[in-house]
């Protein structure tokens, strides 16, 4: 069964950039969490979605950050225009809210985001 | 709000030897959920093992179990039979029941040494 897979695995890119990061969760799955991942603030959570619908963005750094799940296998985040201190790690996660043990957030491997 | 705290920035130990973390959580609520989660240099994050509060029974998953003081808002976690491959960071989380959010503690690097 394959796990939460993201893409692009690495991205590097240049200050004022469009940055898009995809996220696919595990089939089955309803809900879906998008974290970010720094030295100096650990994991965060950004926005997440109960069947495909936004639920909470209160993480949401600020407005150049938004999210989408146009259906249940995919999910992006855009940072539009990047800048420098975006860079970090972002993970997705996904869970079956309605399944024994769907208290369980499983997570992708995450992007590392490198912004110049 | 809630808050979880590791007070281990970092720790190590022999490989085959047990190791303890610790982990210790604020909270008014009654309905809850634990979890440690591990993070090799691979980045991936894996659950190691999970508890619900309502469960006095601790948890155990082969070399990982955890020792549940609800009272004292602890949580640790026990590694037994170390393995080079344990060696990673650890983050303790917790969820309030009923909510969706995860609250991650700032973790502990542990270090399994040969």
Redesign the interface.
Known sequence: DAGVIQSPRHEVTEMGQEVTLRCKPISGHN?L?WYRQTMMR??E?LI?F?NNVP??DSGMPEDRFSAKMPNASFSTLKIQPSEPRDSA?Y?C?SRNRLAG?G?????G??T?LTVL | AQTVTQSQPEMSVQEAETVTLSCTYDTSESNYYLFWYKQPPSRQMILVIRQEAYKQQNATENRFSVNFQKAAKSFSLKISDSQLGDTAMYFCAFMRGGSEKLVFGKGTKLTVNP
């Open positions: 809900s969490f650990g994991l959570l997440y109960n639920i909470d790690v993970f996660a043990g208290d369980t957030q499983y997570f491997p995450g590392r």
